[in-house]
DNA sequence: AGCACGATGCTCT
DNA sequence: GAGCATCGTGCTT
């Protein structure tokens, strides 16, 4: 059985545990069965000064999980009909978080491309709906099996893999944070996917 | 294959 | 009441 992440992996930098999570597995038990795919992209929030994250208005009741202990999962609705999941790091009061923003299906692949239809997994919303994630989940702890929901360790992924550049759909976020190279991706969108 | 737009409802001001 | 860490459709090229 694979390892799965412990808390002390989300207890560090949130720049480098979203670089590390590219390539890791991620584990959802959705009406017992096993549906998992391995991290293609990811996003860096970090902080109340951070003011493309939600942590800039402060403490709020949907933002209180990312003050809360690193490894657990930060779910929120957006645009009318997404979900989408993040994972808090750093120490517990340091309010940040990764959000998951692709997966590549590795099992319970029949039964993923069925709940999107046959589309794809690449979108934070996406991948959500595809492993049935929803606002159930916000809060959960990560770093066991009791929440249905996980990350193992994956795939390393080699360094000159991983793209670098900036967030995604901060339209009205002021510089230097709309630009900050803080997404991480998989270079041509594909892992080499091993046992 | 790329762009524009409307859907849709929760959160914070 | 405005804005939103998006998605899918439908129309244009």
Redesign the pocket.
Known sequence: MRRILPRSFYDRPTLRVAHELIGARLVRILDGQRLAGLITET?A?VGETDL???AR?GR????QVMYGPPGHAYV???????W?L?VVCEEENMPA?V?VRAIQPVEGVDVILKR?SG?DTF????LA?ALGITGKENGIDLTGRNGQLWIEQGLPVPERLVTKGP??????VPEPWKSKPWRFLVKGWKLEVGE
């Open positions: 996003e929030y493309g994250s939600h208005a709020t009741l949907r933002t929120y609705f957006t645009y009318g009909n997404h989408m993040n978080a959000l999107r589309r979108g934070p919303g996406k709906q967030r995604v759909g901060l339209y009205s």
